[in-house]
């Protein structure tokens, strides 16, 4: 079955208020739009990856105009015995969603928001502020940015020499001068695969309680054809006294704490590099010398090189289906049962598999921020 709905539908939001939530036992997901940037081969071959043969039977559900441009396309690869399900999504107890599909929100959702829709579904429960997040891209957010979205260095937030997210302190400082407070929504979006998650995660351990992604990012704002704004635009207030946040010291785990779990069945290394990385045929960094992985660490995947997480991501950018990724990870014997520490090179992929995990349900998560660049310094460290 393939449902050709957008993904967020897929995952759970109701397309229509008070409609139903998520996506028919069994359904993958090909979003029609995805068609546009899916060659004939790419497509065949993502078929063949869900195990979809020339003689396979194919239940399409969605809308009737996406069921029929996907078809079309199907039978381009081969794929002709199709049919409509037409009770599709009516008996929503049979349905199933993504654990937290409200910590990825879709374009339009954010546009209602910003327009203070009444029958917003999953809306937030106090304020609530749009950041835009990047390295070192003030000028690019300049040129155009989702409207009332203000930018955030992630260097507010990790600093060097490890890349590591800054002191307590500092961070509550942060969020003050933000004026963001314990119960405030923090929505997020960055240009890239992982900015917009590295900034997630450390508002996570800081002790924000609703952190939230733009799914697909800049480029889910761009492909919808909304609105831009240009220029700049003045950060909120600052707090006029720093609220109470409770750091959540368990989400990040030091260097010592990961030597004492390498050994110990029930905690699984996940190393979130690419595979090169992970072989040790390269450090993936122009600033980190060596090449290797910690002992004992399971692969990941990721992407090609060090700033993607391609391998987590559809073809607009959003985040693959939740048993497609963890069936991805089971294959490296990553199993949600285990307390699992994701970690990477300085921690922005490894903050991308985490959120997406933590998307998905899974509990007993952390992140080694120090990663490979601080492993790998440690001369009594094995590699």
Not at 55 to 82: F, S
Not at 176 to 199: F, H, K, M, N, W
Request: glycine share 10%.
């Amino acid at each position: 079955m393939i449902d050709t709905r957008q993904s967020a539908f897929y995952n759970g939001w109701p397309q229509e208020a008070g409609g139903t939530q998520g996506h028919e036992p069994g359904a993958v997901n090909l979003n029609v739009s995805w068609l546009a940037v899916m060659g004939n081969n790419q497509l065949c071959y993502w078929l063949g990856s869900q195990n979809i043969r020339p003689d396979t039977p194919v239940a399409l559900c969605g809308t009737q105009p996406g069921n029929e441009q996907v078809a079309l396309r199907l039978k381009q690869c081969g794929i002709n015995n199709l049919y409509y399900l037409n009770d599709a999504f009516q008996v929503p107890e049979r349905l199933h969603t993504l654990a937290k599909f409200p910590s990825l929100v879709y374009p339009h959702w954010l546009v209602a928001l910003q327009h203070g829709s009444p029958e917003l579904f999953a809306a937030p429960q106090t304020n609530w502020v749009l950041l835009e997040a990047g390295f070192d891209t003030a000028s690019e957010y300049a040129k155009g940015h989702i409207p009332g979205a203000t930018f955030l260095d992630t260097r507010e937030v990790e600093g060097g020499p490890l890349w590591n997210k800054l002191p307590d302190a500092q961070l509550m400082e942060m969020l003050r001068q933000q004026g963001i407070e314990p119960d405030t929504t923090v929505i997020l979006y960055s240009r890239g695969d992982c900015a917009a998650a590295r900034v997630a995660v450390i508002l996570l351990y800081a002790g924000v309680k609703d952190v939230r992604l733009l799914d697909g990012g800049w480029h889910s704002w761009q492909q919808a054809g909304l609105p831009v704004e240009t220029g700049t635009r003045n950060k909120p207030a600052p707090l006029q006294t720093m609220p109470a946040f409770t750091p959540d010291t368990a989400l990040f785990v030091d260097q010592s704490q990961v030597s004492a779990w390498r050994s110990q069945s029930a905690v699984t290394l996940v190393s979130v590099r690419s595979l090169a990385e992970h072989r040790g045929k390269t450090s993936g960094y122009t600033y980190i010398e060596a090449a290797g992985d910690i002992p004992g660490a399971h692969w990941g995947h990721a992407g090609e090189h060090n700033g993607s997480v391609q391998d987590f991501l559809n073809p607009d950018g959003t985040m693959i289906r939740a048993d497609a990724l963890a069936a991805l990870w089971a294959g490296e014997g990553i199993f949600p049962r285990q307390k699992v520490v994701f970690y990477c090179g300085t921690g922005w992929r490894a903050s991308a598999a985490l959120f997406y995990a933590r998307a998905m349900g899974w509990q007993d998560i952390a992140l080694y921020d120090g990663g490979w660049y601080e492993w790998s310094r440690q001369t009594t460290h094995s590699i």
